[in-house]
């Protein structure tokens, strides 16, 4: 068991609207992660909204985790920043924080290449040491990795793992094969895309990277253990039965549908960074409305 | 005549690996700008490398362009950001500075809604009382300003025009048209794109905001001012006679090319912010000898 199995939970980072981290409500967020038993801790992934706040308040978000969590539950943290130079520090400040792990993305402003992508990651890990995990997100970065480029990455020392969308059923088993003959064995293959993610368990991977787990921890760790058991038909129908979220998460994004629902369980009183606007009042109550009839609260 | 017609050059930005702008290097990239009589000097855009550079950068590279070039050719300067208040903070420093216009693309990490564009641009237009011209380029950002949504940015006090990706020939006549429609008289409609757009000036546009022109301004205008003054045979062998030089941009990108041929002219030692590359040796070869071949230095 490393921080690259299992089930990664993915909280949302609160925040005031001039962007500064609110370690207390952080902090309330994340304790009953920990106390569910989940495998890892992902601060401030996409959701976590990493990419609007500044090295401080990263810093100041990373802190919160580690103290609320840290002992008992790996911390992996987003470490990705349009620039070179900034992501290496970031990293930097996550090792001397004591985070398990990075979280990498391939931001880009400029389309890159899969050769500056190669130089980009290969500066990070080497420059601080973190172990690192490749985060593949091509909804946000528009920058896609081939087997080919991340079997590169494999090599690099520090690279260790790879977070990516879980595509649908029919081509899971065939992604994951082209990855695995790419890495070697000890390289670990996880996924995202909640809606995807009992299916892509199910053919093997080996991390649930998961926005859902950020707030209702119970349900994604009985859809992870069972698919993780071999039981596909329980794993199945835990996950059937979370349908109505994932179609929500589908159609109005996990991000914000995860704020709407926090805001309507009272667990976080922020709206995301602006530009991005909080969901409007008839969509958050049909958020409400899923989250009750679920009874995911 | 507004700061939104004519020609727009664009140069790049000289920097130190660590992010900080030299004033000097680029007051000698713009002072031949201004002499060769270019309509606007588009200062950070994308291949000015906004999006790289921090606040206080910014802020230096601004002076030092307004220092070379205030008095005598109009300064749109790239006020894009991540944040809605990081692009306000910008677009105050750039009217504070005297900058003529902001430049303000829909940059984003998570992907926006039409809406979230709408507000976002309206937050910074109304809260720095900066004449805005909105930079379509979905290249970069991701996003795309349908006809109907820049209509209604155009009815905001302070949004004055619009840059946007040339398209093929066939397609320039219906998309001016459908732009027009949604605009009013007085809103200017733009092109960058700098192998499609002297036929964009041919169907009416009124400004070329050009990224060859940031380094070689003279061939740039007579193409431009052959194309405004109806000499369409002048302008299309004028354009024909550039055509190696935008087949390098649209092979390697034009922030790519363009730092090459700086780079091999002499007039700037620096690369593009890592993770950006500077191209290979025999790529910077084939940049030189079109350079050469075509006479532009």
């Known amino acids: 068991m ?13 925040a005031s609207p001039d962007g500064r981290v609110d370690p207390v409500a952080l902090r309330a967020l994340i304790a009953p992660l920990a106390a569910a038993g989940v495998d890892s801790i992902g601060l401030l992934g996409s959701t976590g909204t990493y990419a609007y706040l500044s090295r401080t308040e990263r810093r100041r978000a990373l802190d919160a985790a580690l103290e609320e969590a840290g002992g008992r539950v790996p911390v992996i943290v987003g470490i990705g920043a349009l620039r070179t130079d900034e992501a290496v520090a970031l990293a930097q400040d ?42 593949d997100n091509p909804g946000t970065t528009h920058f896609r990795f081939t087997p080919s480029l991340v079997g590169r990455l494999a090599q690099v020392p520090g690279i260790r793992a790879l977070k990516s969308p879980a595509p649908d059923s029919d081509a899971v088993a065939g992604q994951l094969d082209a990855l695995r003959r790419a890495v070697p064995a000890e390289f670990r293959l996880g996924f995202s895309g909640d809606w995807n993610a009992a299916e892509a ?3 093997g991977g080996e991390a649930w990277y998961s926005v859902a787990a950020g707030l209702f921890p119970e349900p994604c760790l009985a859809i992870l253990r069972a698919a993780r058991a071999g039981e596909a038909a329980r794993a199945r129908a835990l996950n059937a039965r979370m349908q109505p979220l994932w179609d929500l998460f589908k159609e109005f994004s996990s991000l914000r549908v995860t704020y ?27 958020v409400a409305e899923v989250v009750d009839r679920l009874a995911l609260a």
């Open 201 to 203: 368990v199910l053919a």
């Open 2 to 14: 490393t921080c690259f199995t299992g089930l990664s939970a993915f909280p949302i980072t609160p």
């Open 94 to 135: 996550a090792r001397a924080a004591g985070a398990a792990a990075g979280l990498l993305a391939a931001i880009s402003y400029t389309p890159l290449t899969d050769e500056e992508v190669f130089e980009h990651f290969s500066a990070i890990a080497t420059g601080s040491g973190l172990p690192i995990c490749i985060y």
């Open 260 to 286: 709407a629902a926090a805001h309507n369980l009272g667990l976080c009183r922020t709206d995301p960074p602006r530009p991005i606007l909080p969901l409007s009042e008839p969509i958050r109550n049909r």
